[in-house]
C-alpha cells in the first residue's frame, strides 16, 4: 500500500509554487504574428513594461531581439480592440504607436519616424501596397465632435507626410475591415457591415478594381448580405478569392470561382469572432493546398485541405496542440501562435508533415506535472433542453491535499464579449487557483463561439439570461456529481463576465461570492455610453434601444441590489472606455450600503483590461484573499491587503 505524505490543509490554503509574481515576472502576451523572408515577427505584451507592446524579430540564427524601442507601444485603438497594427516588408516596420496613434515607419537599424500628422484619428489592419508606395488601412476618424467616429479605408503614402491623415478609397460603411491586395495587385478585397449588426452577424464582402491613379473603380458586393457573416477574405497565389462565410451554419471555407464554392463542408468553425482585426486561421501553401485550423467543442484541430480528383480532402495534422491562430506561411512551412493543456501559448513553426518547432515560449515558469491540473471537457444539461459546454480543472498540488470528506470550493469563469470562447490551453492564472485547492469550471455559456452560429445565437435577445442559466446549470452539475462543495460556489468574469457574473449573484442564490473585472453593472448606461463599435452590439443581445427599455433596465443588476444577498469585490481600470468605471462605483456603493462584505479597487492608467504588472497581482491576490474572507480559509503565500467594507 502507498501510503500519502503530502501536507494536509483546508482546500484553499494550499501553499502554490505558482505566486502571482510568478506569472507576471515570467509570461507575456503574444500575438502579431507576421513573417518576411527568413524573419519572424509577433508581437510581447510585457506585464513589467507597464503593458507595452513590443515587436520582436527572430532570425535564421535564432537570435530573437527587440525591434522597437521604448516608449513605442504597437498598439491600436480603433474599435478599442485594435489589432493587425503593423506590417513588415524587406525589414522594414510600419506600425501604430498607442499613446499619440500616428503610424510610423522604422527602417532596419533606425529610430522610427512619422508618417502621418498628429490628428484625432486612428488606424488598423494595415496592408503595404508596394508598388503604389503606400499603406492600405482601416482609419477610424475622431476629429468631428458633434458625430460618431467615421470609419473608412485609407492609402497611406510610405514616405509620409500624409497631411490629411490619408486618402479615403472606400467611405458610407460604418465599419471596415480586412482590406487585402490580388497577388499582381490590380484588385482589392475587403468587409464592410452597419449598424447594428456586429462582424458575426452580418457582412458583406466587396470587390473592387485599382485604378492607375490609385483609386477604386466596379465596385461589388461579391458575398454576403442577409444574415450571412463573412470574414477574413484571402487570395490564393494564383488570384482566386477565399473567405469564410457562415451561411451553412458554421463558419466554413469558400472561394469564388466564379461562384460561392464550399471547399469542405463541415458542422465545425474555420474562423473565430472579429473583435480584433487581422485574424488569420488559414494560409495557402499552393493554389489548391492550404494549411487550416478548425475549432470543434473548445478544441482547435490543425489541418491539411488540398483538392485531389475526387475532391477536396481534410487531413488533420498530427501535432500537441489544441489552440492554434494567427497563421502564416514561411515557404513550405507555417508559423504559427498556438498551445495546449500543457503548453502555455507559444509561437511555433510546423512543417507540412506535421513537424513542430518551438520559436519562443510566452512564459519561462515551469509547472510540474505534478502540480497541473488538466481540463475536462464538460458537456452539461440546461434550460430548453440543450446541452452546453464548459472546462473543468480539479484541485491538484504536489505537496498538499484536502482533508478525508472536505469538497473543494467552485470558481466559475465566464468569458468576456459575450460573443466568444475559452480554451483549454495551459493559463497559469487558471492554475493559481487549482493548485490552492480551487476547483475551476470554464463556461462555454450558450451564446459562445466554436459551435455554430445556433449556438451563438442563443443569446440573441437573452444576454443575463441564457448566460446565468447555464453558468448556474454548469456549477450545479459539477456539484451534483461530487466534484464541488455547493455550498461555496463562487463566479467571477471581466467585462461581459463581469456582467453575467453580477447578473448571476443578484438574480439567483447559487453562488456565494463573486467578482466583477470591469463589469457591466446597468445596461441601459452601456447602451447610452460606450465605443462606437458596440454602441448597437445591445440590440442584438438584449433589444433595441429605447424601445426596449424597460427590458435594459430588467437585465441590469444596479436596478436590484435589493435582490443581493451576496459578498461581491469589484475591480476596474480608470482609463476604461467600454465599460465606465461609474458602472463598477455605482454598483459598489449599492451593495455596500446593504452591509455585505464588499471591495471596490481601482487601477490608474488601466483601460478594459489589466496590462500592468503590479495591478495584474493585485487583482489576482485581492480575489483570493476576498473568497478567503467570506469561505473560511487562510491563503497561503499572499500579503492580505484588500479593504473590504464589512458595514455600510
Known amino acids: 500500500m502507498n501510503e500519502d505524505h503530502r501536507t494536509v490543509l483546508p482546500y484553499g490554503a494550499w501553499p502554490s509554487p505558482i505566486t502571482a509574481d510568478a506569472i507576471t515576472a515570467g509570461s507575456v502576451g503574444l500575438g502579431g504574428v507576421t513573417v518576411d523572408g527568413p524573419d519572424v515577427y509577433w508581437?510581447?505584451?510585457?506585464?513589467?513594461?507597464?503593458?507595452?507592446?513590443?515587436?520582436?524579430?527572430?532570425?535564421?540564427?535564432?537570435?530573437a531581439s527587440d525591434v522597437t524601442p521604448p516608449p513605442f507601444n504597437i498598439r491600436s485603438r480603433v474599435h478599442e480592440y485594435?489589432?493587425?497594427?503593423?506590417?513588415?516588408?524587406?525589414?522594414?516596420?510600419?506600425?501604430?504607436?498607442?499613446?499619440?496613434?500616428?503610424?510610423?515607419?522604422?527602417?532596419?537599424?533606425?529610430?522610427?519616424?512619422p508618417i502621418t500628422p498628429e490628428l484625432e484619428v486612428r488606424y488598423a489592419d494595415l496592408e503595404i501596397d508596394l508598388s503604389r508606395g503606400r499603406l492600405i488601412a482601416v482609419r477610424e476618424d475622431h476629429r468631428e465632435n458633434d458625430r460618431e467616429a467615421r470609419n473608412e479605408l485609407v492609402a497611406i503614402q510610405l514616405g509620409g507626410p500624409n497631411l490629411e491623415g490619408g486618402v479615403v478609397l472606400a467611405t458610407g460603411a460604418d465599419f471596415y475591415a480586412s482590406?487585402?491586395?490580388?497577388?499582381?495587385?490590380?484588385?482589392?478585397?475587403?468587409?464592410?457591415?452597419?449598424?447594428?449588426?456586429?462582424?458575426?452577424?452580418?457582412?458583406?464582402?466587396?470587390?473592387?478594381?485599382?485604378?492607375?491613379?490609385?483609386?477604386?473603380?466596379?465596385?461589388?458586393?461579391?458575398?454576403?448580405?442577409?444574415?450571412?457573416?463573412?470574414?477574413?477574405?484571402?487570395w490564393s497565389p494564383g488570384g482566386v478569392l477565399h473567405f469564410v462565410s457562415d451561411r451553412s451554419g458554421w463558419w466554413n471555407l469558400y472561394r469564388l470561382k466564379p461562384d460561392a464554392q464550399a471547399l469542405y463542408p463541415l458542422d465545425?468553425?474555420?474562423?473565430?469572432?472579429?473583435?480584433?482585426?487581422?485574424?488569420?486561421?488559414?494560409v495557402f501553401l499552393a493554389e489548391e493546398r492550404l494549411i487550416c485550423a478548425y475549432h470543434q467543442k473548445g478544441r482547435t484541430h490543425l489541418a491539411r485541405l488540398e483538392l485531389r480528383e475526387s475532391g477536396w480532402q481534410l487531413s488533420e495534422l498530427a501535432t500537441p496542440f489544441t489552440s492554434a491562430a494567427d497563421l502564416y506561411v514561411q515557404g513550405q512551412s507555417v508559423v504559427l501562435r498556438a498551445g495546449a493543456p500543457d503548453r502555455a501559448p507559444c509561437i511555433a513553426r510546423l512543417s507540412v508533415s506535421g513537424d513542430v518547432e518551438i520559436l519562443h515560449e510566452s512564459s519561462t515558469f515551469t509547472l510540474s506535472p505534478a502540480d497541473l491540473s488538466v481540463p475536462e471537457a464538460v458537456e452539461f444539461p440546461t434550460e430548453g433542453a440543450k446541452t452546453s459546454h464548459a472546462f473543468l480543472y480539479l484541485p491538484r498540488n504536489a505537496e498538499t491535499r484536502a482533508p478525508e470528506g472536505e469538497k473543494p470550493p467552485l470558481l466559475v469563469m465566464i468569458h468576456g464579449g459575450p460573443t466568444g470562447a475559452t480554451d483549454a490551453v495551459l493559463?497559469?492564472?487558471?492554475?493559481?487557483?487549482?493548485?490552492?485547492?480551487?476547483?475551476?469550471?470554464?463556461?462555454?455559456?450558450?451564446?459562445?463561439?466554436?459551435f455554430g452560429r445556433a449556438?451563438?445565437?442563443?443569446?440573441?435577445?437573452?444576454?443575463?439570461?441564457?448566460?446565468?442559466?447555464?453558468?448556474?446549470?454548469?456549477?450545479?452539475?459539477?456539484?451534483?456529481?461530487?466534484?464541488?462543495?455547493?455550498?461555496?460556489l463562487a463566479i467571477t468574469g471581466g467585462s461581459a463576465g463581469g456582467y453575467t457574473t453580477l447578473c448571476a449573484l443578484t438574480f439567483s442564490d447559487v453562488f456565494a461570492a463573486g467578482a466583477s473585472h470591469y463589469g457591466v453593472s446597468d445596461a441601459e448606461a452601456l447602451a447610452q455610453d460606450t465605443h462606437k463599435f458596440e454602441s448597437r452590439y445591445l440590440d442584438s443581445m438584449i433589444g433595441p434601444y429605447p424601445q426596449e427599455k424597460a427590458r435594459y433596465q430588467a437585465r441590469s443588476p444596479i436596478h436590484f441590489t435589493e435582490?443581493?444577498?451576496?459578498?461581491?469585490?469589484?475591480?476596474?481600470?480608470?482609463?476604461?472606455?467600454?465599460?465606465?468605471?461609474?458602472?463598477?462605483?455605482?454598483?459598489?456603493?449599492?451593495?455596500?450600503?446593504?452591509?455585505?462584505?464588499?471591495?471596490?479597487?481601482?487601477?490608474?492608467?488601466?483601460?478594459?483590461?489589466?496590462r500592468r504588472a503590479e495591478n495584474i497581482k493585485r487583482a489576482l491576490e485581492g480575489e483570493l484573499e476576498f473568497y478567503g474572507q467570506v469561505f473560511g480559509f487562510t491563503p497561503s503565500g499572499i500579503t492580505p491587503g484588500l479593504d473590504i467594507v464589512l458595514s455600510p
Open 179 to 234: 482590406p487585402r491586395l490580388s497577388p499582381d495587385g490590380h484588385q482589392l478585397t475587403w468587409v464592410e457591415w452597419n449598424h447594428p449588426n456586429m462582424p458575426w452577424d452580418e457582412t458583406r464582402l466587396m470587390l473592387a478594381h485599382i485604378a492607375a491613379d490609385g483609386s477604386l473603380g466596379g465596385v461589388q458586393q461579391v458575398a454576403g448580405g442577409t444574415n450571412e457573416s463573412v470574414q477574413e477574405p484571402r
Open 43 to 63: 508581437l510581447e505584451s510585457r506585464s513589467n513594461e507597464g503593458g507595452r507592446s513590443v515587436l520582436v524579430r527572430l532570425t535564421p540564427d535564432a537570435a
Open 82 to 113: 485594435g489589432g493587425r497594427c503593423h506590417a513588415v516588408q524587406d525589414g522594414t516596420v510600419y506600425f501604430s504607436h498607442f499613446a499619440d496613434n500616428r503610424l510610423y515607419q522604422q527602417v532596419q537599424g533606425k529610430k522610427p519616424q
Open 427 to 450: 493559463d497559469l492564472s487558471v492554475q493559481f487557483w487549482t493548485s490552492r485547492g480551487v476547483a475551476v469550471l470554464d463556461v462555454n455559456y450558450g451564446g459562445s463561439t466554436g
Open 563 to 610: 435582490q443581493l444577498r451576496r459578498p461581491v469585490v469589484f475591480f476596474q481600470g480608470l482609463e476604461d472606455k467600454v465599460v465606465p468605471p461609474d458602472q463598477a462605483r455605482k454598483m459598489f456603493e449599492a451593495v455596500r450600503s446593504r452591509g455585505l462584505p464588499t471591495a471596490l479597487v481601482e487601477f490608474e492608467g488601466e483601460g478594459h483590461g489589466f
Open 268 to 282: 465545425a468553425e474555420f474562423s473565430t469572432p472579429q473583435w480584433q482585426f487581422g485574424s488569420s486561421n488559414y
Open 455 to 488: 449556438y451563438r445565437q442563443r443569446l440573441n435577445g437573452e444576454w443575463g439570461v441564457v448566460d446565468v442559466q447555464d453558468c448556474v446549470n454548469a456549477a450545479l452539475y459539477v456539484a451534483e456529481r461530487g466534484d464541488a462543495d455547493i455550498h461555496r
